[in-house]
């Protein structure tokens, strides 16, 4: 058992009903999540350094016509409201602590995973851990290779830009959103305002820095030989210059049932440059699933 599973305690988590905000105790580490709806689990994964706040943006509209689900929006460990540990010292210790909280929240229960950036490639951590228990995989924009100088990128092309709008905005968001956002739109502005520079600046970077220094799962080499049989997305962007696309490409064999999308005037943030594609695409995927049973 690793370090992060020994020290697990068995107390349960606490609920402020308000806000539909849920503190879940794992030992040292307080796992800050939201849970909206009600039905078949779905396990919500965001990138690094962000929180669950753009995943939420980015799904929540799916299910407004959709009933029968549980959105499940954790903030990984040094991000968002869930602190940093010291117990938790690599990407295999914080992938423990995902699933202890899984455990804790759903004991026994199957569900499904949804993982954007970072989020995806936790997402084949659990899968490689607890395959037989999950129902269906969505990959957005999916950290394929962790080592980004192994990273197989393509070059940043801007198809959309505002100049007058990019004139106006705080030199600060300037300079993040320039190098690697594909439409530099109004749109994509307020999403970075609203949901991504808070969450950069509440992360606890140095915490992060510290999981980074053992940058895969000690279990890499045999990640790849895992073949899960249920239905799957993955969507990729066609100039995304953070994970790229073409790597991703290399998990079809392991996913036979899956959807892959390569979307064009998509990058890095390809749930807000190409909102409607991806709701339409992530929708479908959902029918899968329930189809699946």
Known sequence: MSRVGCIIEQQCCSFAQRRRAVECKLGST?????????????????????????????????????????????????????????????????????????DRLIPGLRYSVAGLSYGGYLARGLVYRQ????????????????????????????????????????????????????????????GWQRDILPAISMADHEFLKQIRQIE???????????????????????????????QAWDLLDQFPRATFAVLDRAGHFLTIEQEGLFRALVSEWLDRVEEAG
């Open 216 to 246: 895969q799962f000690s279990f890499e080499a045999d990640l790849g030989h895992v073949v899960f049989e249920r239905p799957t997305l993955i969507l990729t962007g066609r100039q995304d210059n953070v994970c790229g696309y073409r």
């Open 30 to 102: 307080t796992v800050y999540y939201e849970s909206v709806g009600e039905g078949r689990p779905l396990i919500m994964l965001h990138g690094m350094p962000t929180d669950h706040r753009s995943m939420k943006a980015d799904m929540e509209p799916v299910f407004e016509q959709r009933p029968g689900w549980q959105r499940i929006y954790p903030d990984l460990p040094g991000m968002g409201k869930t602190p940093g540990s010291s117990a938790i010292t690599s990407e295999d210790h914080l992938l423990d602590v995902v699933i202890q909280f899984v």
């Open 131 to 190: 395959g037989a228990r999950i129902d269906g995989v969505l990959m957005t924009v999916p950290a394929v290779i962790m080592d980004e100088a192994r990273r197989d990128l393509p070059t940043l092309i801007v198809i959309e830009r505002d100049e007058e709008l990019m004139a106006e905005i705080e030199p600060a968001l300037r300079q993040a959103m320039e190098p690697m956002v594909v439409a530099q739109s109004r749109r994509v502005v307020e």
